[in-house]
Every structure is written in C-alpha cells, then in structure tokens.
C-alpha cells in the first residue's frame, strides 16, 4: 500500500491556526476511521496527538483537532504555539495492510 | 511510567545479521501487542512489523517480509526483532512501539535504536 500524501510543508504565525491534510483513496481513508496523527520533534520519538480521527489521548492539548472528509484526513492545530514547530505524520490501519503512514509535513512557526 | 528501551543497532555490512531488542516496563507487557517502526535519516515513518500479545499473530511489510522475524517473551518483558540479508535501505532508527489497540500503531515509542548498513 501507498503512503498516504500530506503536504511538504505549512507554516502559520503564533496564534493563527494551521490544517495538515492526508489524502488517500477511497478504498483507504475514504473507508476507515482508523486515522492517527503523530507529532516530532528533532532528535526525538514520535507522540500520538489523535487517534481514531479525531480522539484525544489524554495529556494532548485541546488545540489539535482532527477531521475526515470523504478520502482526506485532516489535522488543525489552532492558537499556533513556538512549540508546535515540528514533523506530524498521519497513518491509516486497515486490515489487509495494516498500517500506512503519510509522507509526512514539516510545520514552521513563522 | 510506560518506557521502552531499544538496544542492539550496530554497523553491519550489506548481507549480514543483527537482533534489536526492547525492553518493556512500566505496564503489563503480556496484555499489549507491540509494532516496528522504522525511520531512515531524513525521512519519513514506515511500519516494520505487528506481533499480538501472546505472539500468533505476526505481520510484515512487504519490503522486509522473509528478511525480519519478531518474536517476544513476555516473562521476559522483551520484544525481539531479527534483521538478516541487510541491505543498505534498511539503515534506520528502529522504534519499539506499544499498540494502543490494532488500528492505533502505537500509544508510546521507545527512542530507537540505529542500525547503519554500509562497507
């Protein structure tokens, strides 16, 4: 299976708000609900920010929401902090894969 | 507090052979399935392999299928993975990774261990 595509690259001011989009097909995401975001920073392990398209796991800020419209994943970060600067990949389960990751998107706080 | 140790990345030279090892702690490894996830410098994740947690159900990607083998021993609290006929793309950092459940890759990440393939 395909890697998912996610942009290169999104960058917004602090306090704007920014949205990561994971594109794949109908017969992935378009027919899943078993999307995960994941946050890196440099150097260091990746962090689940939301599971299940839009759950939060506990601990995670309240502003990363995630969203799903037809074959297109998605995942807004609002009130854009320093902190936030760094790689999120998106991944699909399903049960003939099992698991793909999107090609990943680097996100720069101006 | 969940913490996962990789160990065993290593320089290898192309065809050779290296087991990564993980060890668990801070939860009832017996109870979780656990993930590979690899990531080549500079870019993105992949997804390596699954084992469920009492180890009977295994998958691969296909880019490593008949190459790696996992395994585990949960008196042990270790995840396994045997990496043979290396070859220069499998340089990586090697992540262990709880499943949160099956369609959830993974809840906590260890902080990987590297493996280089080169002469």
């Known amino acids: 299976q395909s890697a998912l595509t996610q942009p290169a690259s999104v960058s917004g001011s602090p306090g704007q708000s920014i949205t990561i989009s994971c594109t794949g097909t109908s017969s992935d995401v378009g027919s899943h609900n078993s999307v995960s975001w994941y946050q890196q920073h440099p150097g260091k392990a990746p962090k689940l920010m939301i599971y299940d398209v839009s759950n939060r796991p506990s601990g995670v800020s309240n502003r990363f929401s995630g969203s799903k419209s037809g074959n297109t994943a998605s995942l807004t970060i609002s009130g854009l902090q320093a902190e936030d600067e760094a790689d999120y990949y998106c991944s699909l389960y399903t049960s003939s894969s099992p698991y793909v990751f999107g090609t990943g998107t680097k996100v720069t706080v101006l | 507090e969940v913490q996962l140790v990789e160990s065993g990345g290593d320089l290898v030279q192309p065809g050779g052979s290296l087991r990564l090892s993980c060890a668990a702690s801070g939860f009832s490894f017996s109870l979780y399935s656990m993930n590979w996830v690899r990531q080549a410098p500079g870019k993105g994740l992949e997804w390596v392999s699954y084992?469920?947690?009492?180890?009977?159900?295994?998958y691969y990607a296909d880019s490593v299928k008949g190459r790696f083998t996992v395994s585990r021993d949960n008196d042990q609290n270790s995840l396994y993975l045997q990496i043979d006929s290396l070859r220069a793309e499998d340089t990586a950092i090697y992540y262990c990774v709880r499943v949160h459940r099956i369609e959830v890759p993974g809840d906590y990440w260890g902080q990987g261990t590297l493996v280089t393939v080169s002469s």
């Open positions: 084992i469920s947690s009492v180890g009977r159900t295994i």
